[in-house]
């Protein structure tokens, strides 16, 4: 099913929500959710709307605060927004503007129990009565919106929420006698909740900034006039205009013939980056020093800005396998405990003689250990803050399994033309055998006319700087690994490798060949049905960071390996350069098998980088797939991550990444079980009671949190 994906909402501004997409028997709608502290709530809004009849899909992404659901067209939106508002959360559309709330507004029940705890205490300075009575008043009170919520809850299928902890816990101490100390449970739990939100905003906000580097409207060209429209409404093909100072909202190839650009907010450069016309400049990117006009090339919702949030919201589908364990251990983790701590109310009162209250007050101590809050958000708080700070340097990572994977790799293979190199390749050479040079180069243009291969563009362009003019072929087909043949003029021309020409038929130009591929160049054979016509020998250039980065791996013991469907020769060249291994003359199905034997010699993971649709099936069969962010739709599809920048240095850095998350991932597992551990063990033997186990609830999540936004910090190349 397709989803759409805009950062924007297509939702109308009045009370009734309209679709955002109608897919074939359903409705998608899309909200904004407010109020979710962290990862469990969440889970908590996903777990009660699909109990509703009529949801189909439903999907919270708590990274960016959005709700998704496809609705069967007899199923009304209010049905999901009174059932997410009940369990104490508000919607809104996502085109609305946040409105930041008062402090004490936004924390209303803090404020309400900070109010009267302390007027309550200083009541009890003067009369104890009447402080004790405002303690319990700020009691009753104060635990009514933490009942409601957790009716709501347990009605909408969650039994174990930490309302319903709370509320059991602060109501048990008022039956204990304990008014002043379950009236502080409450107070402290607020205040928790405050600090969790205010960790939960920060990890929250490096993605909330790309989503608003793109503008809302655009200077459309219609007729010759600039027209304002909105950003949502342009397709591609049209024509727009960025003035200085100004973003691009979506996608756009440059129509203006020079254009300089910041792109810093995609890419970390600071300097200015010049572009030329024909070139893509990608959604967020600033308009530097004039106006300049671009053709669009993005669809409604699938420019780079979008791509990035999309694939962040989509990680929490796609978890790593510790995530999946941990979600199931927490499952269980509750109930264990919670029958843990009737056993502790029942066992020593019955069978030792001892007395119920102190016991009663250890159980509902335990009782609020029993929420497993830090152990739930330890996982995503680490991958969110991962993807975003990667999302940051340039690279898109598919979820937290892609994620957890980067860290295994011990060999990368890369593709050569336009992962290694340049993909921009020259012609150096044109040989005549049977016809003239610039007849040579007319015949390989017009076969090669609309197509998109590096070399096809070289063979073009090189035509047009001679001035020379060719017709398109007729008949055009390709020949898969090997080459393209059409007809010209009533001719068979074929462009091919010249393996796949028979040495007497290449007779002297055979040694002129090897010669050019020592070199470094590529090679292509132009023939007709009887002769070879002529030859054409193109060199491209290795990346600026390609030998940087090379090093780089090696240097945290990752191997590098080259697999190209070039020849022999102009592999060495490149490898040589590179100082590493290389398997030449592979067709997409022998990368694959080179892939697999690779994968058979090596005890770690082996990913595969490369940008073209012959490399989709190598990036699928790796463990891990790397595609070049300006490649094919194919092996972008197909990949697990994408270098959005085409900076091969971030391959390192990606690494790197997900060993550090695994790394602040185990710490946060160990922080949020420690702290659990030690309030339990506390809590038996009389040393901590409730407010300690507050203490330990909302400080762990909080703990957590800003361990994670340590992924955050920008790297060191």
């Avoid at 816990?169 to 204990?176: E, K, P, S, T, V």
């Amino acid at each position: 099913m397709s989803t759409c994906t805009t950062t924007k909402s297509c939702c109308s501004k009045e009370k009734v929500v309209q679709p955002v997409t109608s897919i074939e028997a359903t409705t998608r709608y899309k909200w904004s959710v407010g109020g979710m502290d962290c990862a469990s709530c969440a889970a908590k809004i996903e777990k009660a709307l699909a109990t509703i009849s009529g949801v189909k899909q439903v999907r919270v992404a708590f990274a960016t605060e959005r709700l998704l659901v496809d609705l069967d067209p007899a199923t009304s939106p209010d049905t999901i927004q009174k059932t997410v508002e009940q369990l104490g959360f508000t919607l809104k559309n996502t085109d609305q503007a946040d409105k930041e709330e008062p402090l004490w507004k936004a924390h209303s029940t803090f404020t309400l129990l900070a109010v009267l705890m302390t007027l309550a205490s200083i009541f009890m300075l003067f009369d104890p009565a009447w402080g004790s009575f405002g303690f319990l008043l700020a009691t009753v009170l104060g635990v009514m919106p933490f009942a409601k919520k957790s009716l709501n809850q347990i009605r909408n299928g969650s039994w174990f929420g930490i309302e319903t902890l709370m509320t059991v816990a602060a109501l048990g101490a008022l039956i204990l006698g304990e008014t002043v100390e379950a009236g502080l449970v409450l107070l402290l739990f607020s205040l928790g909740e405050m600090l969790e939100g205010f960790a939960g905003r920060k990890a929250k906000a490096g993605i909330k900034s790309l989503m608003q580097l793109t503008p809302d409207t655009a200077w459309k060209i219609q007729d010759g006039e600039r027209i304002e429209v909105p950003a949502d409404f342009l397709v591609p093909g049209e024509l727009i205009e960025v003035l200085p100072g100004d973003r691009l909202p979506v996608d756009a190839i440059l129509h203006s013939s020079l254009g300089s650009f910041d792109e810093s907010a995609l890419t970390g450069e600071s300097i200015p980056v010049n572009r030329e016309a024909g070139e893509k400049i990608m959604a967020g990117s600033m308009v530097v020093d004039k106006p300049v006009r671009l053709t669009v090339e993005s669809e409604p919702g699938e420019n780079a800005i979008d791509r990035i949030v999309t694939l962040i919201e989509e990680a929490e589908e796609r978890r790593a396998p510790i995530a999946r364990m941990v979600d199931k251990f927490s499952a269980w983790y509750t109930p264990l405990v919670m029958g843990f701590a009737t056993l502790v109310l029942i066992i020593p009162p019955l069978f030792a003689g001892a007395a119920w209250t102190p016991w009663a007050y250890k159980a509902l101590t335990l009782l609020l250990i029993a929420c497993p809050c830090a152990l739930v958000v330890s996982i995503p708080a680490a991958v969110t803050s991962a993807l975003a700070s990667a999302a940051r340097f340039g690279a898109l990572i598919k979820g937290g399994a892609a994620l957890e994977q980067l860290r295994e790799i011990k060999k990368l293979a890369f593709d050569k033309t336009g992962t290694l190199t340049e993909g921009k390749p020259r012609v150096t050479r044109v040989v005549s055998v049977h016809e003239q040079e610039d007849q040579i180069l007319s015949l390989a243009s017009a076969i090669e006319m609309g197509s998109s291969h590096p070399l096809a563009t070289a063979i073009i362009d090189e035509t047009k700087s001679r001035s020379l003019t060719f017709s398109e072929a007729t008949d055009i087909r390709v020949l898969t690994g090997r080459g393209v043949e059409g007809t010209v003029a009533g001719r068979t021309i074929k462009i091919v490798a010249p393996r796949y020409i028979d040495d007497k038929d290449l007779g002297e130009h055979k040694t002129t060949i090897e010669s050019l591929e020592s070199e470094g160049n590529t090679v292509v054979v132009v023939k007709d049905e009887e002769n070879v016509l002529g030859l054409i020998g193109l060199a491209d250039t290795l990346r600026e960071d390609a030998i940087k980065a090379i090093r780089k791996l090696k240097s945290i013991g990752v191997e590098s390996v080259m697999l190209t469907g070039d020849n022999r020769r102009a592999a060495a060249a490149i490898a040589g350069k590179l100082g590493i291994d290389y398997k030449a003359e592979l067709l997409p199905e022998d990368k694959v098998k080179a892939v697999q034997a690779i994968q058979a010699q090596n005890k770690g993971a082996v990913a595969m980088v490369g940008d073209g649709i012959n490399d989709a099936p190598a990036l699928k069969t790796a463990e891990l797939g790397i595609a070049m962010g300006r490649g094919s739709d194919v092996a972008l599809e197909t990949a697990d991550a994408a270098l959005t920048h085409e900076r091969l240095i971030e391959l390192p850095h990606m690494i790197q990444l997900s060993q550090n998350t695994a790394r602040i991932t185990r710490q946060n597992i160990g922080l949020a079980l420690g702290i659990n551990t030690l309030f339990l063990l506390t809590t038996l033997f009389g040393v901590t009671g409730l407010m300690a186990a507050v203490l330990s609830d909302a400080g762990g999540t909080v703990l957590v949190t800003l361990n994670a936004l340590r992924l955050m910090k920008k790297q060191k190349n």
